[in-house]
């Protein structure tokens, strides 16, 4: 019987002491407002540039994802996480379509507790039809901590349109 309880009270502690790895979690940030093309941006993507920026460091994968497709007057953003075995699916959404028109966005948030592995990464953005490019791509963070991924986009609200 004594024997039972230490074997008992044994494997509560090797449980206890297994850490299991968590899912990622999504933190938004911030976004930068419609964005006006006559004036140099930090990154300096083109208007028909759709890109992916990103930095991992103890496990938090921050993005900057450059002009995200969306209706002038979104009153707020939407970023939601889903993990599905190796991929991590970003879906971006607006609150709201108040305008009759579409700019483009930048958009900042950090992913928690990622594990420093080789990940794909898919962004479902409101904007891009099928007809259009998705942005699915492969980061491998133990090799590559930090990089960018493009789409060239050539449908409003990406474009030339700024440039008129």
Not at 38 to 57: N, V
Not at 91 to 120: A, G, H, I, Q
């Amino acid at each position: 019987m004594r024997f039972t309880w230490i074997l008992l009270f044994l494997l509560g502690l090797l449980s206890a002491c297994h850490k299991e790895s968590a899912d990622p979690a999504l933190l938004f940030g911030q976004n930068s407002g419609c964005k006006d093309f006559s004036l140099k941006t930090e990154l300096s993507d083109g208007p028909t540039s759709d890109c992916l920026y990103y930095s991992y460091f103890d496990n938090t994968l921050i993005i900057k994802h450059v002009n995200v497709g969306f209706n002038c007057c979104p009153e707020g953003f939407k970023v939601e996480l889903q993990v599905l075995g190796d991929t991590l699916v970003i879906r971006e959404r607006e609150n709201s379509n108040l305008c009759d028109c579409s700019c483009l966005f930048d958009l900042e948030y950090s992913l928690t507790d990622v594990e420093k592995k080789t990940w794909w990464i898919r962004v479902d953005e409101e904007y891009v039809g099928e007809d259009m490019e998705p942005m699915f791509f492969e980061i491998d963070l133990k090799n590559d901590p930090e990089g960018k991924w493009c789409v060239e986009r050539t449908h409003y609200p990406w474009g030339d349109y700024y440039n008129q």
